[in-house]
């Protein structure tokens, strides 16, 4: 063989390594760039609609975290949703419908909440009488509404917030 | 907190194939300039070659539609392709080693460990379905670590090899235990992080602007580095200790998203090598070597001359190497484990060596992001840790042979000649790839097809969280 084409080949073996990392990379692009990434906390406690239903789309970012999607559809009539205001979940929200809420540790719960403080099934949220109750499920730590520890179904209020260990939630129209 | 939206997967393995024709070629082509140049090219001798090598890939690419089928489609051919090239290297280097009277058959023996690795790979595939199982195996699989790390000190069975004790001898083989334990301390980390994050993670005294965790939980973090200490000094081995310490301190970052543990760690592992270098002799003359690697009298007393000779081996090597076969890395001791990235510099030059470290970059980012889309906080910590190991490993031994760092003896993930090496990093490889397919799974199918993780509905203590 040539100088010229062993040069060449030399080259050529260059350019195939290139050719490889740079396909490998064009396969993860949309991976790259495709991913909508929704931040959460900051204090902002205001929430439209839209993220909402982002993070009803949204995988949850940590395992046993979030809430869990297809418990509860938009598509149902809502009435205002639930805030959650401080905590891990700061910022998300849940939309309320006309099925009941479960608030706990467990992942079979709607709302998934992290935290050392919080029972397996903590407390359940419900419709009754054109407004919400809130109800305790035996939790190990309370359920507080304001000051008050929650334990028989109590009216549940817009403005009211709940507190469950670090977490407070807040209903909202 | 950030969510991330699920992303539209690419179905089927089609990209992988496309990409593994690429490693094939790469493989075959590095071989085949490394066999014309050693004048030793036949065409039969290669055809076999490239048989074997698209048979590998063949076999590898239908294992993993069977047994991983939406795993991720970047990993295998991104470690084939380093795979192709180190062997070429290698092979290169028997020639080379040949020309000056030295009989080695590094080339066929790593041939060897890289099918047995790819065996291995595939048995971690069918033997872990889930790899949430592991969990289960926190703790043995911490003090099983502990035990494959402090084997080597076991008088009889120990071999010091170049001056570091970090091999075990079994009839006529040697092995490197650390490699293995390497996983199983992340598997143990994981476990371990996963059940005590909060705690770690707990508010503490604020300083400077970080959270401060509590001083009771700083317990697990001064075992850490009494442990990384302990190998440091009684094997003499920097980078294991280096690398055990930096996978803890990133999985706990990962696990608590606080910036002051990585602080902590950091100026804790300063402190530790400052004071090994004082204290223990061959220690400092690691840093005296780093240090004044240029000083003649270091070099003439022998202390920095390979790791001169690997600079001066990349520097002739240039932008674009001096071409596979044609340069002359064999004149770097230890050149085809330790410095396998100077021969590499040396011979594909910065183009080549870019391609590579990217390859790695590639490699880790995939891992990466196998943590963030896993839906189990066990798994996102074991693919992280996995992540970091391969991270810190090419960290350590690229920055050692570029003088960025101080020079630690440590394998280079997939290029290095070494069969502890490649075995561990083709566990590590499909662990992530297992983890990655449940990862990427459809939530859709996951739902439809319990029956894919049967061990998960019956055994209550794989779930998140364990009930009150």
Known sequence: MSQLSITLLRLGFLLLLWSLVLTAIAVLRSDLYGTRVVTRGRGRTARTRDDARAQKQAAPSRAGTGIRTGAVSTKERTQGHLAVTSGPLKGATVPLGAAPILVGRAPTCTLVIEDDYCSSRHCRIFPEDDGWRVEDLGSTNGTYLGNQRVDDPVPFREGDVIRIGATSLELRS | ????????????????????????????????????????????????????????????????????????????????????????????????????????????????????????????????????????????AGILGIILYLLPAVPGL?????????????????????????????????????????????????????????????????VMFAAALLIMIDQRDLGAALLFFGIFIGMVYVATQRVSWVVIGLVMFIVGAVAAGIAFPHVGARYDAWLHAMDPDVYSSGRSEQLVRGLFGMASGGLFGTGLGNGRPDLVPYAESDFIIAS??????????????????????????????????????????????????????????????????????????????????????????RISDQARRPAVRAEAKPETTPAARRRPDLEEEPAE
Do not use: C
């Open chain 2, 1 to 140: 907190m950030a969510t991330i939206s699920e992303l539209r997967v690419h179905r089927g393995r089609r990209a992988e194939a496309w990409l593994l024709v690429l490693a094939w070629a790469i493989a075959v082509l590095a071989r085949g300039l490394v066999d014309y140049h050693a004048d030793f090219l036949e065409l039969d001798e290669l055809g076999w070659y490239a048989l074997g090598a698209a048979g590998l890939a063949a076999v590898l690419h239908v294992a993993l539609r069977v047994l991983a089928p939406d795993s991720d489609q970047v990993v295998l051919p991104t470690v084939l392709g380093l795979i192709g090239v180190s062997l070429a290297e290698i092979r290169r280097l028997d020639f080379a080693y040949a020309d000056r009277g030295r009989d080695t058959d590094f080339g066929d023996s790593q041939i060897g460990w890289v099918l047995l690795g790819a065996l291995a790979f595939i048995v971690v595939l069918v033997v872990i379905r889930d790899h949430r199982v592991l969990r289960r195996f926190t703790y043995t």
């Open chain 2, 158 to 222: 120990g071999r010091e090899i170049n001056g570091a004790k970090i091999w075990i001898g079994i009839g006529s083989h040697s092995l490197q235990p650390g490699e293995f334990a390497k996983i199983l301390l992340v598997v143990f980390f994981a476990g371990y992080l996963q059940t005590n994050r909060d705690a770690l993670a707990l508010a503490g005294p604020k300083f400077l602007g970080m959270r401060l965790p509590r001083m009771r939980d700083m317990g697990p973090l001064a």
């Open chain 2, 344 to 433: 590499l510099g040396e011979e594909l030059g910065l183009t080549g060596l870019m391609a590579i470290l990217t390859l790695y970059v590639i490699l880790v980012q995939r891992a990466m992001r196998t943590a963030i889309g896993v839906r189990d906080g066990f798994g996102k910590l074991l693919s992280a840790g996995l992540g970091f190991a391969i991270t810190l490993q090419v960290f350590i031994i690229v920055g050692g042979v570029t003088r960025l760092i101080p020079l630690t003896g440590l394998t280079t993930p997939f290029l290095a000649y070494g069969g502890s090496s490649m075995l561990a990093n083709w566990i590590v490889v499909a662990l992530i790839l």
